[in-house]
């Protein structure tokens, strides 16, 4: 196996070397990335087999409590919603 000439390589090699030397141009302003309002998760409405009376009463007010955090989550997510559009109409009139 024959060895080549090192110096063709260190000669292919100078200019990546000077290369290196130049200034970076500059990089772009970093870009704001808006995520948006919350994920919505679904509701699940509770199981229901009352025997009593007292099971009744027992699963109206699971019932209540399911109903409530799925209100919360939508009360969230409309205020959320309100805001951005708030936001959009303003910069949009700003931009005119």
């Known amino acids: 196996m024959k060895i080549l000439p090192l110096k063709h390589g260190l000669t292919a090699l100078c200019p990546l070397l000077l290369a290196s030397c130049t200034s970076a141009p500059t990089s772009p302003p970093p870009q704001i990335i808006y995520v948006g309002c919350p994920l919505v998760s679904p509701c699940p ?22 109903l409530l955090t799925c209100g919360l989550q939508v009360d969230t997510i409309k205020q959320c919603q309100e805001t951005q559009r708030v936001k959009t109409h303003s910069t949009a009139t700003t931009a005119d």
């Open 45 to 66: 409405i509770p199981g229901s087999q009352p025997k009593n009376n007292g099971d009744l009463s027992a699963d109206v007010r699971q019932l209540e409590a399911a």
